[in-house]
Structures are given as structure tokens and as C-alpha cells.
């Protein structure tokens, strides 16, 4: 069992920044992988971001590359999401996210098996 609360989220500018972050609670340590997905109004659940289980290989969707930066705390249990440059596109609902079993399929929803309930980020131009 794991349970995942997101914080962080607003209402910014095109160009600002935010800094989410996902309080874990149950075992999200050693041998877990943590990512952060995105759903936009009226659109499906997308990939964001993973840092794998000690925060040593990070991987990014090409839309949040070199804007978007991911870390992970386990001695807090928390996992990050630096977010700047934010354009209106980035605008959605985001959420952390938890996966066991091996450093692959980061990007596939279905291989996660924990989920926060996410938090609102609104980008306006």
C-alpha cells in the first residue's frame, strides 16, 4: 500500500515556475520507481517525468525536456517536479505515481500501481 499526496500546484504566467511535490507515505523506498503524469482538460493521461528507485536515472516526455526537472528525497519520502518555462500547453491535472519491478515502461500509465489524487497547475498567456 502506498499513499501519494501532490502539493504545489497554481495558477502562473506563461515563462514562470512551480515547484510541485508528492508526499509518499508506505513503501515507496528501495526498488521503487516514481514518476509524475499530466492529464489536460479533455485529453488523456499522459507521461511526464520518472526518477527511478535511488534517484540516479531520470527520464522525460521531449515536451518538458530541459524545462522540467525531477528528484527524489527518500529519506523525506517525498519526489519533486521543478517546473519552469511553463507554457499554457503544460496547463493540467498532475500526478505522482508509484512503480515496482524493473527501470523500463516508466511512460506506460498502466504499469503504475499507486496513484495521488494530483493537483491543479493552470498556465495562463
Known amino acids: 500500500q502506498v499513499q501519494l499526496v501532490e502539493s504545489g500546484g497554481g495558477l502562473v504566467l506563461a515563462g514562470g515556475s512551480l515547484r510541485l511535490s508528492c508526499a509518499a507515505s508506505g513503501r515507496t523506498g528501495v526498488g521503487f520507481h516514481m514518476g509524475w503524469f499530466r492529464q489536460p482538460p479533455g485529453k488523456e493521461r499522459e507521461f511526464v517525468a520518472a526518477v527511478n528507485w535511488n534517484g540516479g536515472s531520470t527520464v522525460y516526455a521531449d515536451s518538458v525536456k530541459g524545462r522540467f526537472t525531477i528528484s527524489r528525497d527518500n529519506v523525506k519520502s517525498t519526489v519533486d517536479l521543478r517546473m519552469d518555462n511553463l507554457k499554457p500547453e503544460d496547463t493540467a491535472v498532475y500526478y505522482c505515481?508509484?512503480?515496482?519491478?524493473?527501470?523500463?515502461?516508466?511512460?506506460?500509465?498502466?504499469?503504475?500501481?499507486?496513484w495521488g489524487r494530483g493537483t491543479q497547475v493552470t498556465v495562463s498567456s
Open positions: 505515481a508509484r512503480k515496482g519491478g524493473p527501470w523500463n515502461n516508466f511512460d506506460n500509465v498502466a504499469r503504475y500501481d499507486g
